[in-house]
């Protein structure tokens, strides 16, 4: 998947030491607040693009990204460990799956200072969260699937009524489908029972 860089995060990634950031964001698009879970693998609170996260350090794991050159729906795994009650109520209160999860990457020049325009590197939907609790800590992990898994899922529609108001509630293009599916319909010759009402003397 080609990806557009900034300059300053293109010469940063070719640089002799890279101080790489990895930000997690979770939309659940809840009427519940928080709507959002925003993480990142650093200490303390950041802000990008307007968008505070929250510092896990080494709490955050995200397993390897693998991409190849087939279409192929690859997803990956995010680990929280040992989080605090806050995050692990806001994992219970949510719909969480198919809700989109994205994984930027960053890094900060030599003054500690966030280089503009981190790159999105992965893209997809919670899948399964599993929650695993200890006498003094809590671990979420959640399985995020690739976007591409849309393709790989099979969408089936049918010609009727009902199928037809999920894109477009006040159509009644399909209203009568069901009423002619075993209605006969004669066309071009005389009927059963046209014929036996046919008498050639009415041609006289």
Do not use: C
């Not at 997690?24 to 968008?51: A, C, H, K, Q």
């Not at 990204?65 to 040992?82: H, K, P």
């Not at 969408?155 to 509630?169: C, L, M, N, S």
């Amino acid at each position: 998947m080609s990806r557009t860089l900034t300059t300053s995060m293109r010469d940063e990634t070719i640089a002799g030491v890279v101080r790489p950031a990895y930000f997690v964001r979770m939309v659940f698009n809840s009427g519940e607040s928080p709507s959002d879970l925003n993480i990142w693998n650093g200490i303390g609170d950041l802000t990008y693009d307007g968008i505070t996260y929250t510092g896990t350090g080494d709490l955050l794991s995200i397993s390897q990204i693998t991409e190849t050159s087939d279409v192929q729906a690859t997803g990956i795994d995010v680990t929280l460990t040992g989080i605090k009650s806050s995050f692990l109520s806001i994992a219970l209160r949510h719909e969480y799956q198919g809700r989109p999860l994205t994984v930027s990457l960053g890094a900060f020049n030599a003054s500690g200072t966030l280089i503009s325009s981190p790159v999105i590197i992965f893209s997809g939907f919670m899948d399964t969260m599993t929650i695993s609790e200890s006498g003094s800590y809590s671990t979420i992990s959640i399985s995020v699937e690739n976007k591409l898994v849309a393709f790989e899922r099979t969408k089936v529609r049918r010609y009727t009524a009902e199928d037809q108001k999920i894109d477009h509630p006040t159509d009644k293009g399909f209203e009568y489908v069901t009423a002619i599916v075993e209605k006969e319909i004669i066309w071009g010759r005389p009927s059963p029972t046209s014929s036996a009402d046919f008498d050639p003397r009415d041609l006289r």
